[in-house]
């Protein structure tokens, strides 16, 4: 099987950077591209996000292989529904999804002609829009494709290939587990990020300029993930609220233990866990997931 | 009052910075240094980080006009009382402590006869010992001067010239004021991410491998900071306890209300914060104490 004509359906960071990368990498395959946004299809064609940006969805979608939902977890259904009417029985259709079981889910309902492999490429920053893709953003970073029970194994074949072309690395996972690991490597780390910028700005007896001024002692780390696009982050953590509560109870009964450990004095039991968290940074430096440099190579102004 | 000799007690990260960076922007300034630990001092003179690595305390404090403790906040005290029988009286002496009022507290009652004028430099990386520091460290950074009340202005000059002259802009503010401040924009911060990280490596369902993995949806920004020096960070949360109780209990209030709001599918109060938490990012990369490049400027691998 063999995809020759991809649609994007959804042209900020993650679609604009998926056309962007399909130019740079696999310049035998077509893109066509839509985004609900008038706007945001004036500045695709002006960046050539894809190949063809197109007036309607219909359009986008008619000759496509492959179909690729980037959109909002909470508008995965509705764009599901609107590209229905519009492609052939047998087309992929995927999606980029922070959450997948839900996703999945969705896509199946509204799609019951299509063979459905969702996806989703653990890449990203802060910035999102037709402004904010690039070609190299897949680049060495995981893809994870969630197929269902029973999916054909050349359309998973297919997808997973697709996205090696862009230059990621593919595992393929239980939608499950990926909902449970995505919890913990990205949703939780987001709602914390999101909740201790908030409670910054919020207090009486620090101003937020103060908080901005001295914020390299640690806070700026967490304003670069606080300052995502905020529709996707709602749909995500709506829409994989299991996983989520369950790894933040876990989360929430560590901190209690370390206020308890203040609280008390207990210096051992904050050392111990300390000197134990070292260890994790030095595996993802190893991995390659991240850059050892001191402030990643910030530059100091 | 001219800093012509400056003695640097603790040779890692900060103090290791200090030297190299007097050398590179005050040349006239001599340098002396000593460390508790005798490897330490031996990687300090291979790697000049000041004039002269001297074999004892006295030796290194005994001509300094301004004597600066690099030592972790809970060892501030015993750095005091192993200079105080050693330095001439009318002696500057300052520290670089990430709480203040528990610090300047333990330097005055350890060293009646020397004029104590704490200090910190809000700069640092996850790196630690004697090959950490670089002589950039402080360039575009703040340093925080918390001068006793009836503290001499040409003293307080002094160490803000010092600091001025080593590329760190200078703020004086009051000890119990810097603390809560620090509190907010570090020592929570760095609490939160230690604590998610052991989380997620305690997990049953999710392995080790796979949170590094797929740290770059989000957890690796906080295993930087979670990877940094365990004692001094201990020291930190013991010293500014009341601080950090305060600002740890907002923070857990805040997360309860995120919390019920992901329980109860309520998409309007996340999309709020998430909208607002992104304006903070921007002044953060305004005032340039950031870098806005995605992924801070990381290489891919």
Redesign the interface.
């Known amino acids: 099987m063999t995809i020759s004509r991809v649609a994007i359906i959804g042209l900020g960071l993650i679609g604009g950077s998926i056309g962007l990368a399909v130019r740079e990498n696999l310049p035998d395959v077509a893109t066509t591209g839509w985004d609900a946004d008038a706007d945001v299809r004036a500045r695709a064609t002006e960046r050539g996000l894809v190949g063809t940006v197109c007036d309607t969805v219909a359009d986008a979608v008619a000759e496509a292989d492959l179909v690729i939902l980037c959109v909002p977890v909470?508008a995965m259904g509705y764009a599901a529904q609107a590209i229905a009417p519009h492609i052939r029985p047998g087309t992929i259709v995927s999606d980029v999804g922070?959450s997948k079981r839900s996703v999945g889910d969705a896509l199946r309902a509204a799609l019951p002609e299509a063979v459905v492999i969702p996806a989703h490429p653990?890449?990203?920053?802060?910035?999102s829009g037709p402004d904010a893709g690039?070609p190299?953003l897949f680049?060495?970073?995981?893809c994870?494709v969630t197929p269902p029970a029973g999916a054909p194994q050349d359309a998973v074949d297919a997808v997973s290939d697709f996205w090696e072309g862009l230059g990621a690395k593919v595992?393929i996972m239980e939608p499950d587990?990926h909902d449970?690991?995505?919890a913990?490597?990205?949703?939780?780390?987001?709602?914390?990020?999101?909740?201790?910028?908030?409670?910054?700005?919020?207090?009486e007896?620090?101003t937020?300029g103060?908080?901005?001024?001295?914020?390299?002692?640690?806070?700026?780390?967490?304003?670069?993930?606080?300052?995502?696009n905020?529709?996707m982050?709602?749909?995500v953590?709506?829409s994989n609220?299991d996983a989520?509560?369950e790894?933040?109870g876990?989360?929430?009964e560590?901190?209690s233990l370390?206020?308890r450990a203040?609280?008390n004095?207990d210096?051992d039991t904050?050392?111990d866990?300390?000197?134990?968290?070292?260890a994790?940074?030095?595996?993802?430096i190893e991995?390659?997931?991240?850059?050892a440099r001191?402030?990643?190579?910030?530059?100091?102004?």
Chains 1, 2 share one sequence.
């Open positions: 909470g922070s653990v890449a990203g920053t802060e910035k690039f190299e680049r060495h970073r995981w994870i595992e587990h449970l690991v995505l913990v490597t990205s949703h939780i780390p987001h709602l914390i990020a999101y909740t201790i910028v908030g409670t910054a700005s919020d207090l007896d620090v937020r103060e908080v901005i001024k001295y914020s390299a002692g640690g806070f700026r780390d967490f304003t670069r993930i606080a300052a995502s905020p529709t982050w709602r749909d953590f709506l609220r989520v509560l790894v933040l876990r989360f929430t560590d901190l370390l206020q203040i609280r004095g210096g904050l050392f866990l300390f000197e134990r968290t070292r994790i940074r030095r595996s993802i991995e390659g997931q991240d850059d001191p402030d990643f190579g910030r530059k100091d102004h």
